[in-house]
């Protein structure tokens, strides 16, 4: 059995969906089959998530919904119509979405994970319509029936492991399923969301469960590529990655496929395969537990990612005082903010943390509490600043990569802010500043991909 997910961009439109149905109909192994909510149609269109984000707000806002409400249901009436399913059929959708203006919710987190919610449900409700009307025996599935529960964080949540023994009963249906990404419900039945992207997640959760032979994510690009596409041009096609290689290039700005969707494909062992709706005949790119590394080719992407802060703190003898360390870690996890890396030197250390975790409130107490707890000689918070990854699983192995990156980086004219090497066998990151990032994305690209001999002589005159 497969588990095929099919992104916003796949589902924007009843000519996207039509695909979708022939994909769908081409390989009777693809049962489950879950859905994010309609997509961009073109670049300027908003996703339908972001038009129920509005509606939230406007009702927050105490604004009139009409126009908003309107401009959602004609989305998924527009689907409905070019394969001629009556209205009537999907009526129960235009309900669901004006009535959520009149739910009454905890509170407002949970408010919104249900208005986001509600495009990918709603979605899945369509599709299996759809299906049904064009010849495939489908069936929606309610995440609250299938016992789909996760953890109590309304629009960051996880799975809760216990789910997945339920779950697993997904697997004894003989129809084709149809389940909505991207959200499950907490203990006490609300709705909580995964983050920004989750329906690879949802994906990834139901495979695992199923033990499926495959995890098919379908978007709208004929592979991962070596690059962002939007950064450097005609990038390489990725044939095959490691789940801990995609996992850092997801981590580190490859927005094809959410980094924590990894987690339940590895834990599973079931391969994934990201592959382009347009072009379903095409390979797409293989992700898998191992793969023959190809020396002459160590580094298989180049990601980057802004929104970063980093907390700069010296204190001479540093490294003579015990539980230094703990003492910061401490003030961060009394505030509730994580750290995703933490250079250090004899007397000095970064704490690197994103950005959307802090305001200035948050700011000023953070500064407070570690001046408190330790005293330091130096501290400041430097905001802007991006990551840019070279992920490959042959680069521990390979003398010289570390510096053929830097050297790549220089003669791109950026200025290094941090270095990451060791902590992860298969990547190395270096901290740039935020308007830096492209420019040292193409020139690593053009080290490590195109093979174009960086010159180290006349770098520092
Ligand atoms: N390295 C990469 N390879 C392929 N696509 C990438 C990469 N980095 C970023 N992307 C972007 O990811 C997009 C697909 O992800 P997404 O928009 O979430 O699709 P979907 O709507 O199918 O879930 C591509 O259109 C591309 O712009
Ligand atoms: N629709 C949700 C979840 C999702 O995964 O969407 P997409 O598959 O279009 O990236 C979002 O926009 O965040």
Do not use: W
Request: charged content about 20%.
């Amino acid at each position: 059995m497969k588990v095929a997910k099919f992104g916003g961009s796949s589902l924007a439109s009843g000519g996207q969906l039509q695909k979708v149905i022939d994909i769908v109909k081409a390989d009777p192994n693809r049962k489950i089959i879950v859905v994010s909510a309609p997509g961009k149609r073109n670049k300027e269109d908003t996703k339908v998530t972001d038009l129920l984000i509005k509606y939230c707000n406007v009702i927050i806002n105490d604004g009139d919904v009409t126009g908003i409400q309107d401009k959602i249901i004609r989305r998924y009436q527009s689907i409905a119509g070019h394969f001629g399913v009556p209205l009537e059929n999907i009526a129960d959708i235009e309900i669901g979405i004006r009535q959520l203006a009149t739910q009454v919710f905890p509170n407002r987190s949970y408010q919104m994970a249900a208005f986001k919610a509600a495009g990918e449900n709603n979605n899945a409700k369509l599709v299996a319509a759809v299906f049904n009307h064009e010849g495939i025996k489908a069936h929606y599935m309610d995440p609250l029936k299938i016992g789909l529960r996760v953890t109590d964080v309304a629009n960051d949540a996880q799975i809760l492991p216990s789910s997945y023994q339920k779950l697993a009963r997904l697997s004894e249906y003989t129809d084709t399923l149809v389940i909505p990404g991207f959200f499950g419900y907490n203990a006490k039945n609300n709705i909580c969301t995964f983050s920004r992207g989750g329906s690879d997640i949802t994906g990834a959760i139901v495979a695992k469960a199923v033990a499926a032979e495959r995890y098919e994510n379908f978007t709208d690009v004929d592979a991962i590529y070596a690059a962002n596409p939007n950064v450097v041009e005609n990038p390489r096609k990725i044939t095959h990655l490691t789940f801990r290689e995609m996992r850092e290039l997801a981590y580190a700005g490859f927005s094809v496929f959410h980094d924590e969707a990894l987690i339940p494909a590895i834990e599973g062992k079931i391969p994934v395969v990201v592959k382009n709706t347009n072009h379903p005949n095409l390979p797409g790119t293989l992700i898998s537990e191992t793969k023959e590394i190809d020396y002459d080719n160590v580094v298989s992407g180049i990601a980057s990612d802004d929104g970063f802060t980093g907390i700069y703190i010296r204190k001479y003898l540093m490294d003579r005082q015990v539980g230094f360390t703990l003492k910061i870690l401490q003030v961060l996890a009394d505030l509730n903010i994580s750290y995703e890396h933490m250079p250090s030197g004899i007397d000095d250390l970064t704490v690197i943390i994103r950005s959307n975790q802090l305001t200035p409130e948050l700011e000023a107490l953070v500064q407070e509490r570690i001046e408190a707890a330790i005293q330091p000689d130096d501290f400041q918070i430097e905001h802007d600043y991006a990551m840019v990854m070279i992920v490959g699983e042959g680069i521990k192995d390979r003398v010289g990569t570390m510096a053929a990156a830097t050297a790549s980086v220089a003669i791109a004219g950026v200025s290094i802010v941090m270095v990451n090497h060791g902590a992860s066998p298969v990547s190395i990151t270096i901290g740039v500043r935020k308007e830096d990032a492209d420019l040292a994305v193409k020139s690593l690209y053009r080290t490590f991909v195109n093979h174009e001999t960086v010159h180290l002589t006349n770098l520092i005159d």
